[in-house]
């Protein structure tokens, strides 16, 4: 009986877990999609939010140009 339980609670936390996952994979994909090319970096921002680290920045004449992540 015990055991029973214990294989029900394991598959009930597998099943959630992996729920969760596509929903927040959900989100994201609809809020890339909201990005376009040529944004500033305010839109962007706007769009994911402000938890985010510069992976590159690169300097072209007067325009600066910066991958977030």
Not at 23 to 35: G, Y
């Amino acid at each position: 009986m015990k055991k029973n339980l214990i294989t029900i609670i394991g598959l009930l936390a597998v099943i959630l877990s992996s729920c969760s996952g596509v929903r927040i994979a959900t989100m994201r994909q609809s809020k890339m999609e909201q990005l376009e090319l040529g944004m500033s970096k305010s839109q962007v921002v706007n769009i994911l939010g402000s938890s985010y680290s510069i992976a590159q920045k690169e300097i072209n004449n007067t325009d600066t140009i910066e991958v977030i992540s």
